[in-house]
């Protein structure tokens, strides 16, 4: 289908870049759920923009759950910083079994957790050529596209549950 989520509102995320990302890629079809994008700074009829932030409840949890479910790829990318971003997306993404691509910045959360072309995708800089390449490949590659989502499920269930959550929190008190 050829259905890319970006989603967010943080501003750590490159939102021009995602812009011109999707301009760039006619034959794939954008949703884009932020407020700090607006309507006439798209110009591009493959790009389907979503007026939402989270504390508002533009939409709903389930309505975010099926966008993720539906698309085939979750972007988020991301200008440099040693502060974390794209964290909530990132896992949300995964545990629905849709795929990330994410700019790897010093600040990335988790390292340790998330492998390349394991369990998500990293791409280094926010230049067209790079991401239009990684997109291309996981939405070509059924099979990589399949293992890096099974990866990803399999690491948020070992690695972030409510439970696992909850004795860290456990441990630190």
Same mark, same amino acid.
């Given at each position: ?13 490159? /939102?021009?870049?995602?812009? &011109?990302?999707?301009?760039?890629? #006619?034959?794939?079809? =954008?949703?884009?759920?932020?407020? @700090?994008?607006?309507? &006439? ?9 979503? @007026? ?5 409840? *533009? +939409?709903?949890? &389930?309505?975010?759950?099926?966008? /993720?479910?539906?698309?085939?790829? !979750?972007?988020?990318?991301? @200008? ?8 909530? %997306?990132? +896992? ?6 849709? #795929? %990330?691509?994410? !700019?790897? *910045?010093?600040?990335?959360? $988790? ?10 995708? =990293? %791409?280094? *800089?926010?230049?067209? *050529? ?13 099979? +990589?596209?399949? !293992?890096?989502?099974?990866? $990803? ?6 690695? /972030? ?13």
């Amino acid at each position: 289908n050829n259905n890319i989520l970006f989603i967010g509102n943080d501003l750590m995320r490159d /939102y021009s870049f995602a812009i &011109n990302l999707a301009r760039n890629m #006619p034959d794939y079809e =954008f949703t884009f759920v932020t407020k @700090n994008i607006n309507e &006439n700074e798209l110009l591009s009829k493959n790009i389907k923009l979503i @007026n939402g932030i989270w504390s508002e409840e *533009t +939409l709903t949890d &389930n309505e975010i759950k099926k966008l /993720y479910e539906k698309s085939d790829l !979750t972007i988020i990318p991301l @200008n440099e910083s040693l502060q974390p971003s794209g964290q909530s %997306v990132a +896992l949300q993404s995964m545990s629905s079994g849709t #795929p %990330v691509i994410i !700019t790897k *910045t010093n600040g990335f959360w $988790a390292p340790n957790d998330f492998k390349d072309d394991e369990n998500i995708l =990293f %791409v280094s *800089t926010n230049e067209i *050529t790079e991401w239009k390449n990684r997109i291309n490949s996981i939405i070509n590659d059924k099979d +990589l596209s399949k !293992t890096i989502s099974i990866n $990803a499920k399999n690491t948020i269930s070992s690695k /972030y549950t409510l439970k696992i959550f909850d004795k860290k929190i456990s441990d630190l008190i």
